[in-house]
């Protein structure tokens, strides 16, 4: 592979004014398995696609709960993810026994966009070779942020990240807006009909090949996690609820 003699270091710029460490890093996130989000104003659903499904032991979950209103959907290289998962959680713990109040998810995002950027700062370090989504609820609704190697974040109703991140923001883009008075069935809904159709594949095929996680959380709704092991019944009930018509699926045709 070619080496580059501004990409030694990641406090190096390039002539053209670029940090090549970052863009490796960028690179390093984008080759790790899609998770992808949505919310309404009440609900969040993270989803984590296994594509490579054989090769996949059970201990590479991308998908983490930091306490039951906030989750962190992890994608890139499995060891900077567990580090700044525990990172991440070792806050929030400081943060509510100092403070008893439960963190705002505004400040998590905030901290965790300072955490990557200080890796970007000083000699000897490297950027986090990951991308991650923090989805949580706290009095001002359900939040979404997603964080970015440089070390700044997006409040978005949507994101994905990983291997097909491009195809699925081209999804949200197009009709996220009408996510936000979605139940979280709904939200459901939409996020697997989306993925199916993505894949050119069924719906049983899917269930049964178990290629995603899924975790839920909101308004009354403590953080929960589906695992593999639950999709084939839970998925398949789901889709006979849109058969017997009792989730209203109009505007996604």
Do not use: C, W
């Not at 050119?200 to 709704?221: A, E, H, M, P, R």
């Amino acid at each position: 592979m070619f080496r580059n003699q501004y990409d030694s270091e990641v406090i190096l710029y390039s002539p053209e004014g670029r940090l090549l460490q970052i863009e490796y890093a960028t690179n390093a996130s984008k080759n790790g398995n899609s998770l992808f989000s949505i919310k309404s104003n009440s609900h969040i659903i993270l989803i984590s696609l296994n594509e490579n499904v054989e090769y996949i032991a059970k201990h590479t979950n991308k998908i983490f709960s930091i306490n039951e209103s906030i989750s962190v959907g992890i994608s890139g290289i499995i060891g900077d993810g567990r580090l700044v998962y525990d990172l991440i959680q070792q806050y929030v713990k400081e943060y509510e026994l100092g403070n008893n109040l439960t963190i705002p998810i505004s400040s998590l995002a905030v901290l965790s966009s300072k955490l990557f950027h200080t890796n970007t700062l000083y000699s000897g370090t490297r950027p986090f070779g990951i991308n991650i989504i923090i989805t949580g609820y706290d009095k001002n609704g359900a939040n979404l942020f997603e964080i970015h190697q440089e070390g700044f974040f997006e409040i978005n109703i949507g994101t994905a990240i990983g291997k097909e991140s491009d195809t699925y923001k081209k999804f949200i883009n197009q009709i996220g807006l009408n996510f936000k008075i979605s139940s979280v069935d709904e939200l459901v809904y939409y996020s697997l009909k989306f993925i199916f159709e993505s894949k050119n594949q069924d719906t049983n095929k899917l269930v049964f090949q178990k290629q995603f996680n899924i975790s839920l959380l909101g308004k009354k709704l403590k953080f929960t996690f589906i695992n593999s092991k639950a999709n084939k019944f839970i998925f398949k009930n789901y889709f006979n609820l849109i058969n017997k018509s009792i989730i209203n699926t109009n505007f996604l045709f």
